[in-house]
């Protein structure tokens, strides 16, 4: 059974940083096709923030990019999301993702807070 385990979110002003992440278990990481990182604000639909493809290809949302960047340690089996730069409409639940074959397996989410 894979387990997904966020960590890493909080309160932080704008223009702060925070790292979350995300320790997979029950799978090694090196072996997963696609893992990424979603938000969903309330009132809004999940979105995709930011993903890693075959362990090198990175995409990430227009609102992101250049603020947040997406790795993964395959020694640690965690993935990581670097939210630099934060703004108050990255207030919002964050979700880390993983899928592989016909699978795909979600964490508990992690509250991220960015007051003006």
């Known amino acids: 059974q894979v387990r997904l385990v966020e960590s890493g979110g909080g309160l932080v002003q704008s223009g702060g940083t925070l790292r979350l992440s995300c320790t997979v278990s029950g799978r090694r990481i090196s072996s997963i096709n696609i893992m990424g990182w979603y938000r969903q604000a309330p009132g809004n639909q999940r979105e995709l923030v930011a993903n890693i493809i075959s362990g090198s290809k990175t995409n990430y949302a227009d609102s992101v990019k250049g603020r947040f960047t997406i790795s993964r340690d395959n020694a640690k089996n965690t993935m990581y999301l670097q939210m630099n730069s934060l703004k108050p409409e990255d207030t919002a639940v964050y979700y880390c993702?993983?899928?592989?074959?016909?699978?795909?397996?979600w964490g508990q989410g992690t509250q991220v807070t960015v007051s003006s």
């Open positions: 993702n993983v899928s592989y074959d016909i699978y795909t397996f």
